[in-house]
């Protein structure tokens, strides 16, 4: 389905590799990056490009999760480990119950991180409007958004703030 100019979408992708730096609607002005990154960006006219694109993104999202939480598992597991055979080692000269507790620590503690290893390599993924409401575009999301019905005078706990005060 070709997309009107304003539900557009802009892609910047590395020059080099073809990774996709980030997306916009392509309304958005052209960003300022330092001069070391080499990129393109291209403008998506299409709902099936767009839709090729995000499962790209999705795709290179959790594959770069998985790479950098592996990474990080084996950083961690030599201080993991070191904190563990110094419990053990610990549990040489205390009672039956701090052993036991001891353990029972440890256990939790591999278990935790087992936990929060799962979740940082599957990232929950989103699209520009699929966060909040898949049949809105992301300038309507925006527009709906309580800033900009009530506009800047009314502060986060809803309280009517006169902008003329104090001048």
């Not at 389905?1 to 958005?28: C, H, N, Y």
């Not at 770069?64 to 904190?83: C, G, K, L, P, Y």
Request: proline residues 4%.
């Amino acid at each position: 389905m070709q997309l009107s100019e304003k539900e557009s979408v802009r892609v910047f992708l590395d020059s080099d590799t073809g990774r996709i730096l980030g997306m916009a609607p392509a309304s958005v002005q052209v960003p300022i990056l330092p001069i070391a990154i080499r990129w393109r960006a291209e403008v998506l006219q299409h709902a099936y490009e767009v839709e090729a694109y995000l499962a790209k993104w999705r795709e290179q999202v959790k594959h770069e999760a998985v790479f950098r939480t592996e990474r990080q598992a084996a950083r961690d597991a030599i201080f993991r480990n070191s904190i563990a055979s110094q419990i053990r080692q610990r549990n040489q000269s205390v009672n039956q119950y701090n052993r036991d507790e001891n353990n029972r620590l440890l256990a939790k503690m591999d278990t935790e991180y087992d936990r929060k290893q799962k979740l940082q390599m599957n990232p929950q993924l989103y699209g520009m409007a699929e966060s909040s409401d898949a049949t809105k575009t992301g300038d309507e999301v925006a527009l709906d958004s309580p800033y900009f019905k009530h506009g800047p005078e009314r502060v986060a706990g809803g309280d009517h703030v006169d902008p003329n005060e104090g001048k």
